[in-house]
């Protein structure tokens, strides 16, 4: 590798990234052909083999002759490894605003006496739009639990309006509420397609 020349220049494309995400975030990469892996990862082979020319440059893959065919490893001790796993590692953790934005509602109501956390609507079946709201369904035991709850999402609407960029849409029930509410389509809506938070 060039001493002087900086590894992160192979974050330069969306199909360099997605190679090395398939590459560097496993547990143990295996050895595999260039076809192989273009047919894995989904990338034309004229766009690999010109990826996996660069990571070699920086000594981050290794390369054999088996056959006819080229087979690639990721050499896990180089320098390159070292800088580019761990980036690789969090993008992939942080990636989804998903996992960050249930992970906050945890939090916000870690404290308050809630019977159940849903996450519903276009979010919970993968259909938003980038203004989509965020639509949470909390069931509480009664009306004095259900003020707390309101108030928490008050709390955490700005919050996710800044992060995010989408409004936070809270539905609160009470137990009793609930039983009264319990053939409306929403309710059936939540019950099926909403993804448990709490």
């Given amino acids: 590798m060039k001493i002087n020349s900086g590894v992160l220049k192979v974050l330069s494309s969306?199909?360099?990234?997605?190679?090395?995400?398939?590459?560097?975030?496993?547990?143990?990469f295996p050895d595999m052909s260039e076809r192989e892996l273009s047919r894995v990862?989904?990338?034309?082979?004229?766009?690999?083999?010109?990826?996996?020319?660069?990571?070699k440059e920086i000594n981050l893959t290794t390369?054999?002759?088996?056959?006819?065919?080229?087979?690639?490893?990721?050499n896990e001790n180089s320098?390159?490894?070292s800088v580019l796993k761990p980036i690789i590692d969090s993008a992939a953790q942080k990636n989804v605003p998903f996992g960050d934005m249930a992970s906050r509602l945890k939090k916000a109501f870690k404290?308050?006496?809630?019977?159940?956390?849903?996450?519903?609507?276009?979010?919970?079946?993968?259909?938003?739009t980038d203004t989509s709201d965020i639509d949470v369904f909390v069931l509480v035991k009664d009306?004095?639990?259900?003020?707390?709850?309101?108030?928490?999402?008050?709390?955490?609407?700005?919050?996710?309006?800044?992060l995010y960029g989408n409004v936070l849409n809270g539905y609160i029930l009470t137990e009793k509420e609930y039983k009264d509410r319990k053939n409306l389509a929403?309710?059936?809506?939540?019950?099926?397609?909403?993804?448990?938070?709490?």
Avoid: T
């Fill in 14 to 28: 969306e199909d360099k990234i997605k190679i090395l995400k398939f590459m560097l975030g496993q547990k143990k």
């Fill in 41 to 55: 990862i989904g990338v034309s082979n004229v766009k690999l083999n010109r990826a996996l020319a660069e990571f």
């Fill in 63 to 74: 390369v054999k002759g088996v056959g006819n065919s080229n087979v690639w490893a990721v």
């Fill in 79 to 81: 320098y390159a490894y």
């Fill in 111 to 128: 404290n308050a006496d809630v019977k159940e956390i849903k996450i519903f609507g276009s979010v919970a079946v993968k259909k938003e």
């Fill in 143 to 162: 009306n004095n639990k259900k003020k707390e709850a309101m108030d928490i999402i008050d709390r955490l609407s700005a919050d996710f309006l800044e």
């Fill in 186 to 198: 929403l309710i059936g809506n939540i019950e099926k397609k909403g993804i448990k938070i709490v």
